[in-house]
């Protein structure tokens, strides 16, 4: 498994577990392939499915030698009207249909919709789209117990069928009972980024880490219009941040997704946050060993722009190719990174240092590494954060993410660019640089005589500290 374990590419690949990908037999395929952490979805599953499977991971990581980074992602609140009569109804474009309190089965006329906060929080000429917007809803009138609609456009509607408001912002929490349950379940087990679904407003993050408590970073998937309104607000809470492009699809006009998907990247970079793109990323691949030409251009768009991760769920959780999946994913990624035009593109968007001395510091290191043809620039990081200022500056050179902190290694696994490791407690930067050429010889980043640039926090162990750069010579 040794010569498989370095990546060489910067951009990170996270793979969807599922009933494709649950035995371990298959884990360790998805990770040879390239995948550097894997999700776990919370929509599917039991308890017990998701236990097995990080021990499984566990196990891979202890025999791979490598930190392997796991994302539980919790479901969220899911709207969706009742059942009818019939199992499924067709309305047709001009006709009024009522979404009311009623549980009762329903009918071409009315569905009950047991969400009293759309009812509330609805206006006269708020849109509902169903079943991943499938069929338009206009708001015509309200009341108290019901909203009466106008039919935008004919078609079929089934039971439980999924509602999206994408211009009102619904006073609901982003973690229901059910996502507090799970998460009080999964965070003892030793997970490091949580997914949070259907965030709107930084009150939402904030009430995720409350409940994490230092045991993980929070991941906002940014998925509703309202969220992209307090993008800014949401980022200062987050530790990092998804492009959920499932339901941005559905509450945003198609063609201002990909403008979405930039913008957010783009915010990220800025404050040095991960950043992953997600949903129908290479879906034909559920059914087929191969993508279409446009999902390839949809992955290599994301590696271009600078995202840290690209993210596969179906393919891997549940399609028939999922090895080959995250295969291809590793193939696409490589080859775009491999492209005069790929490194000219993220230098050019390289956002300006903070002014800090951390990120002096870190935008220092880079320039003297590109100046002398550096092997590798080391970061020697207690919490995760010199590594990540480095990686913010995205630099020609491999980043080793050298921490005393396993959790911290398992977080960096998402990160761009950077090759975690452990490394033991030094007190000195005698001591660190002597760590660092080590290292930096064991994993296969430098040969003898080749240089390296490290950076670390002196004094040493106290996070965010970074203040100290050394040449040395392997």
Same mark, same amino acid.
């Given at each position: 498994?040794?010569? #498989?374990?370095?990546?060489?590419?910067?951009?990170?690949?996270?793979?969807?577990? /599922?009933?494709?990908?649950?035995?371990?037999?298959?884990?360790?395929?998805?990770?040879?392939? /390239?995948?550097?952490?894997? #999700?776990?979805?919370?929509?599917?599953?039991?308890?017990?499915?998701?236990?097995?499977?990080?021990?499984?991971?566990?196990?891979?990581?202890?025999?791979?030698?490598?930190?392997?980074?796991?994302?539980?992602?919790?479901?969220?609140?899911?709207? #969706?009207?009742?059942?009818?009569?019939?199992?499924?109804?067709?309305?047709?474009?001009?006709? %009024?249909?009522?979404?009311?309190?009623?549980?009762?089965?329903?009918?071409?006329?009315?569905?009950?919709?047991?969400?009293?906060? =759309?009812?509330?929080?609805?206006?006269?000429?708020?849109?509902?789209?169903?079943?991943?917007?499938?069929?338009?809803?206009?708001?015509?009138?309200?009341?108290?117990?019901?909203?009466?609609?106008?039919?935008?456009?004919?078609?079929?509607?089934?039971?439980?069928?999924?509602?999206?408001?994408?211009?009102?912002?619904?006073?609901?929490?982003?973690?229901?009972?059910?996502?507090?349950?799970?998460?009080?379940?999964?965070?003892?087990?030793?997970?490091?980024? =949580?997914?949070?679904?259907?965030?709107?407003?930084?009150?939402?993050?904030?009430?995720?880490?409350?409940?994490?408590?230092?045991?993980?970073?929070?991941?906002?998937?940014?998925?509703?219009?309202?969220?992209?309104?307090?993008?800014?607000?949401?980022?200062?809470?987050?530790?990092?941040?998804?492009?959920?492009?499932?339901?941005?699809?559905?509450?945003?006009?198609?063609?201002?997704?990909?403008?979405?998907?930039?913008?957010?990247?783009? $915010?990220?970079?800025?404050?040095?946050?991960?950043?992953?793109?997600?949903?129908?990323?290479?879906?034909?691949?559920?059914?087929?060993?191969?993508?279409?030409?446009?999902?390839?251009?949809?992955?290599?768009?994301?590696?271009?722009?600078?995202?840290?991760?690209?993210?596969?769920?179906?393919?891997?959780?549940?399609?028939?190719?999922?090895?080959?999946?995250?295969?291809?994913?590793?193939?696409?990624?490589?080859?775009?990174?491999?492209?005069?035009?790929?490194? #000219?593109?993220?230098? $050019?968007?390289?956002?300006?240092?903070?002014?800090?001395?951390?990120?002096?510091?870190?935008?220092?290191? @880079? %320039?003297?590494?590109?100046? =002398?043809?550096?092997?590798?620039?080391?970061?020697?990081?207690?919490?995760?954060?010199?590594?990540?200022?480095?990686?913010?500056?995205?630099?020609?050179?491999?980043?080793?993410?050298?921490?005393?902190?396993?959790?911290?290694?398992?977080?960096?696994?998402?990160?761009?660019?950077?090759?975690?490791?452990?490394?033991?407690? @030094?007190?000195?930067?005698?001591?660190?640089?002597?760590?660092?050429?080590?290292?930096?010889?064991?994993? /296969?980043?430098?040969?003898?005589?080749?240089?390296?640039?490290?950076?670390?926090?002196?004094?040493? /162990? %106290?996070?965010?500290?970074?203040?100290?750069?050394?040449?040395?010579?392997?």
């Amino acid at each position: 498994m040794t010569d #498989r374990l370095r990546r060489h590419r910067r951009t990170k690949i996270i793979a969807t577990l /599922g009933p494709a990908s649950a035995t371990p037999e298959m884990l360790a395929q998805l990770f040879l392939a /390239g995948a550097d952490v894997f #999700r776990l979805n919370f929509s599917h599953g039991h308890h017990t499915d998701h236990a097995a499977r990080i021990e499984m991971i566990r196990a891979l990581e202890k025999k791979s030698g490598r930190p392997i980074g796991i994302l539980a992602d919790v479901q969220g609140p899911k709207l #969706r009207v009742g059942p009818f009569q019939s199992g499924r109804v067709s309305l047709q474009a001009g006709q %009024q249909f009522t979404l009311d309190m009623n549980a009762a089965p329903g009918d071409t006329r009315r569905v009950c919709l047991p969400h009293p906060e =759309i009812l509330g929080a609805a206006e006269i000429g708020s849109m509902l789209l169903l079943d991943d917007g499938k069929l338009r809803l206009r708001v015509v009138r309200k009341r108290d117990d019901h909203l009466l609609t106008e039919v935008l456009n004919s078609g079929t509607l089934s039971d439980r069928k999924g509602v999206n408001i994408p211009d009102v912002v619904l006073p609901i929490p982003a973690l229901t009972a059910k996502d507090i349950a799970d998460l009080n379940f999964v965070l003892p087990l030793g997970i490091d980024y =949580i997914g949070l679904s259907f965030v709107q407003r930084p009150e939402d993050v904030m009430q995720a880490k409350m409940l994490a408590a230092g045991r993980a970073m929070v991941m906002a998937k940014l998925e509703k219009p309202q969220a992209l309104e307090n993008l800014e607000e949401i980022l200062r809470q987050a530790d990092a941040v998804m492009v959920a492009r499932g339901d941005l699809g559905v509450e945003l006009p198609p063609e201002d997704v990909p403008i979405a998907q930039k913008q957010i990247i783009r $915010a990220a970079q800025q404050r040095g946050m991960p950043v992953v793109v997600a949903t129908q990323m290479l879906e034909s691949m559920i059914s087929a060993p191969a993508p279409t030409r446009a999902e390839a251009s949809d992955v290599a768009a994301a590696v271009y722009d600078g995202a840290d991760a690209v993210m596969l769920s179906a393919e891997s959780a549940a399609g028939q190719y999922p090895r080959e999946a995250v295969n291809m994913m590793d193939r696409i990624i490589a080859r775009v990174e491999r492209d005069e035009d790929w490194r #000219r593109g993220i230098d $050019a968007k390289r956002p300006a240092p903070e002014k800090s001395s951390a990120d002096a510091i870190a935008a220092a290191a @880079v %320039q003297v590494a590109h100046t =002398i043809g550096a092997q590798a620039i080391v970061a020697l990081t207690e919490s995760g954060s010199t590594a990540l200022r480095v990686a913010r500056e995205k630099p020609g050179c491999p980043v080793l993410g050298l921490t005393t902190t396993t959790p911290v290694a398992r977080r960096l696994a998402l990160v761009w660019g950077v090759h975690a490791a452990m490394t033991g407690q @030094v007190h000195s930067m005698t001591e660190a640089v002597a760590q660092a050429v080590k290292i930096t010889r064991r994993e /296969g980043f430098a040969r003898k005589g080749e240089e390296i640039v490290v950076v670390a926090g002196v004094p040493f /162990g %106290q996070p965010g500290t970074t203040n100290a750069l050394r040449v040395a010579r392997v």
